[in-house]
């Protein structure tokens, strides 16, 4: 579990509707909201007594404050770690920084101030369109260890080139890269950006020079291809790696923020449900944009199976995830693969786990 505490934040906002809903949703995100200002005047006063406090805090504010003006405010600025200012009419306002319009939703809002406090000195959209990009993009986490998320990635990117949709596998998992391993290549990484791995699908590995400017990376990847996988290894401490500035966790930020699903991949065992219920927790508090499933992978046989397949429901549902797979155990034909460092279908296209990816892929692709 990560260390990161999600930052203190201080507001100062006139309309106290705007300012109630921002301040009750980071409230209830886990956010400390250390002082809401009236006026500039209690702004300023503030953050000079308790300039400590102010350093490592993102001021949101209102240009309608009573008293502020875009100098008191930049003066001000110096003193905050951050800062984002919301309006009703952002396109009226003029000679203040970083001017957004008032979120509709938790999710919108969340999502936005994440991004100030990631990078507070680089100014970028953070809510890019979806209806401009040609790409369904689609991480994979793993809640736990030995969840099988690697192979399932790998294998899901295989079967949706084999369906003639260009794919992308982009191997996340700053922890412990494993795609390059599972199929024995070299040089993942390429100028390009990515490597071309068999006809329709390219693979490729983040570096730390791609994760610093993963926004620009990924608005080329998904006009460059159909679907994009991304395998994110483990998600756990998801909510304290969503506001880390680290650059380890720029893929997961993004998947959260611009993805269009996000699948947990967990196992049926008493360690696997463990863990599973510790990440279930964590999203019930914290707000992302992506649409959330789940796949119980490596369910066992027969009656165990079942009950492993009842607790992981009752787990995963209340959450409303917009799926819910269940992938059953085939030591023989995983063991095959890995041998002969192939993907499902190149072992043995009639296994039954390589039929249930490829019918996951066929889902995607209508």
Request: charged fraction near 20%; aromatic fraction near 6%.
């Amino acid at each position: 579990m990560s260390n990161v505490e999600l930052p203190t934040v201080i507001t100062a906002i006139s309309d106290p509707e705007i300012e109630g809903f921002i301040a009750g949703a980071l409230f209830a995100q886990g956010w400390s909201v250390i002082f809401r200002a009236i006026d500039c005047d209690s702004l300023e006063n503030y953050t000079r007594t308790y300039l400590e406090n102010t350093a490592s805090a993102l001021l949101i504010y209102s240009p309608d404050l009573s008293g502020l003006s875009p100098e008191r405010l930049e003066s001000i600025s110096r003193m905050a770690k951050s800062v984002v200012g919301f309006a009703r009419e952002p396109q009226k306002i003029s000679g203040y920084l970083d001017i957004h319009a008032v979120p509709v939703t938790t999710t919108d809002l969340v999502s936005l101030v994440r991004g100030f406090v990631r990078a507070p000195m680089i100014r970028q959209n953070t809510q890019l369109s979806h209806h401009s990009r040609r790409a369904h993009v689609l991480a994979v986490g793993s809640a736990g260890s030995g969840t099988g998320c690697t192979t399932l990635a790998l294998n899901l990117a295989m079967e949706l080139s084999v369906l003639e949709k260009s794919t992308l596998l982009i191997d996340a998992n700053f922890r412990a890269p494993s795609v390059a391993a599972l199929l024995a290549i070299r040089h993942v990484q390429s100028d390009a950006g990515w490597r071309t791995l068999a006809p329709g699908l390219c693979v490729a590995e983040i570096s730390q020079n791609q994760a610093l400017s993963i926004d620009s990376y990924m608005e080329r990847a998904t006009t460059s291809f159909d679907n994009i996988i991304i395998d994110l290894g483990s998600i756990s401490g998801l909510s304290h790696r969503l506001t880390d500035r680290r650059w380890t966790s720029t893929m997961t930020t993004w998947s959260c923020d611009q993805g269009d699903e996000m699948m947990i991949v967990a196992r049926g065992d008493l360690l696997g449900i463990h863990r599973l219920e510790q990440v279930v927790s964590l999203l019930g508090m914290t707000s992302i944009r992506s649409n959330i499933s789940f796949t119980l992978n490596m369910r066992s046989q027969g009656r165990k199976g079942e009950e492993e397949e009842a607790k992981f429901l009752s787990i995963t549902t209340p959450l409303r995830p917009t799926s819910v797979r269940v992938i059953n155990r085939d030591l023989r034909a995983a063991a095959a693969a890995q041998a002969e460092k192939a993907t499902f279908i190149e072992v043995n296209d009639r296994s039954a786990l390589r039929k249930s990816i490829a019918k996951i892929a066929s889902e995607m692709n209508t």
